[in-house]
């Protein structure tokens, strides 16, 4: 239950009216609070204000905040446009979610409906002395929050769905994942075999997609319950259809395996939350957008072989103390190493194969995170080299650039 909550909570901040929503009840509810002070001893105590002046206070708020709320949209959306085009389409989700522009908008929405709630109450006579007093203060209060709110709004939009800017969103996406996944990496299931062959009855997916989040819980729950063992073929991140298993199970019990395919969530599109290979995925995918003819940006590229260096070496150092088993009755496939190094560095050894610049960079990054130790990611790493420098070769035509990578690369052989 816990997993579906987060699971709902994290789609619904991923829409954009969500947060303006909740701002908006909150405005609604503190207008129509403000007349509860003069049932207390403040309507003795507080000073008069003159409804005229509350009025203008609050008709000035309402006439610029719905033009500003509008403006905020437009740039919002050229934002979005920018970072779908100039960098991936895959990173729009996390332009989308930036909390510096979403809380920005809330508080304009908020502050607009605050005003014409709070004005047609007044004019209606809704408030007393003490009642005014608070509404005035709430209203001063929410005028220097706009005020400061829009200042730094001005300084975020200035810098969303800039490439670099998309490229940390990404590049912390990935990070986070990482994070979550090395603290927890069989999501709290036993252990599978690299070589496993799957017994017992296949649980075939309802849809065709990509698995988003798998209901871990549910199966535990579902396999203490008929008394079995359910050994998942599928993680989040992997691509399933109506023909393709998504479990074993020993059962031949229909409804069960409906049950079995029910906890696995399935979407049209991949999610960074619990996929730790498609923040490298996207990564790379900027990079090879950069890397086309049509844009030849070779130094984004460099940019990202930066980034995939901090993410692997970061990676290396998060604490673990290895699985954490507890459901016993669902067995999860890890997370493949070689995965994530294909995932990184194939896209940009393939498509910068004919530059020098990128391929040198490549190659020391590979060479930085070969020194780590951590024997998968040596091996990996030399694999990789040697790699691209076999597509180097064939891709460059000039042979002192060819010679200069060969000197980087000879030491990763395996000679």
């Not at 939009?157 to 800017?165: E, V």
């Not at 496939?333 to 020098?356: E, H, M, Q, Y």
């Not at 790493?381 to 010679?403: C, L, V, Y």
Request: glycine residues 6%.
């Amino acid at each position: 239950m816990n997993n579906k909550i987060i699971y709902f909570t994290n789609r619904l901040k991923e829409k954009l009216w969500f947060r303006p929503f909740i701002f908006c009840i909150f405005s609604i509810i503190a207008a129509l609070l403000a007349q509860f002070a003069d049932n207390t001893f403040l309507k003795e105590l507080v000073p008069k204000i003159s409804d005229d002046s509350l009025v203008g206070l609050l008709n000035t708020i309402s006439a610029s905040m719905l033009v500003i709320a509008i403006f905020a949209v437009a740039s919002m959306v050229s934002a979005f446009s920018a970072a779908s085009s100039n960098a991936t389409p895959r990173s729009f989700k996390l332009v989308v979610t930036d909390d510096v522009s979403q809380n920005a908008l809330s508080i304009f929405i908020g502050a607009f409906i605050f005003s014409i709630v709070a004005t047609v109450a007044l004019k209606n006579g809704f408030y007393g002395e003490a009642g005014i007093f608070i509404l005035f203060v709430l209203t001063i209060l929410l005028f220097g929050v706009v005020i400061i709110t829009f200042l730094r709004w001005v300084d975020r939009i200035s810098r969303l769905g800039r490439l670099s800017n998309t490229i940390q969103q990404v590049e912390k996406a990935a990070l986070n994942s990482l994070s979550k996944n090395i603290s927890n990496p069989l999501m709290g299931g036993t252990p599978q075999e690299s070589s496993i062959l799957y017994n017992g009855e296949a649980c075939y997916s309802n849809s065709t997609g990509y698995v988003h989040t798998i209901n871990i819980e549910i199966l535990q729950k579902l396999a203490e319950k008929e008394q079995m063992h359910i050994d998942l073929s599928c993680v989040p991140g992997s691509f399933i259809s109506f023909n393709t298993p998504v479990a074993f199970s020993n059962t031949t019990s229909g409804y069960i395996k409906e049950q079995i395919a029910e906890a696995i969530v399935i979407a049209n599109e991949r999610s960074f939350d619990d996929d730790p290979r498609f923040g490298i995925i996207t990564l790379s995918e900027i990079a090879s957008r950069a890397l086309s003819p049509g844009i030849n940006d070779p130094g984004t590229a460099i940019h990202i072989i930066g980034s995939m260096n901090r993410l692997f070496c970061a990676y290396n150092k998060m604490p673990s103390d290895g699985p954490i088993i507890k459901y016993d009755r669902v067995s999860v496939p890890a997370l493949k190493i070689s995965d994530l190094f294909t995932d990184a560095f194939r896209p940009i050894a393939r498509d910068g194969a004919g530059n020098v610049e990128v391929m040198t960079r490549l190659q020391k990054c590979l060479a930085i995170i070969a020194a780590i130790d951590h024997p998968e990611f040596k091996k990996e790493a030399r694999h990789q080299s040697i790699q691209a420098f076999k597509r180097s070769e064939i891709a460059m035509g000039f042979q002192p650039d060819i010679e200069e990578l060969r000197k980087i690369t000879l030491f990763l052989s395996d000679s």
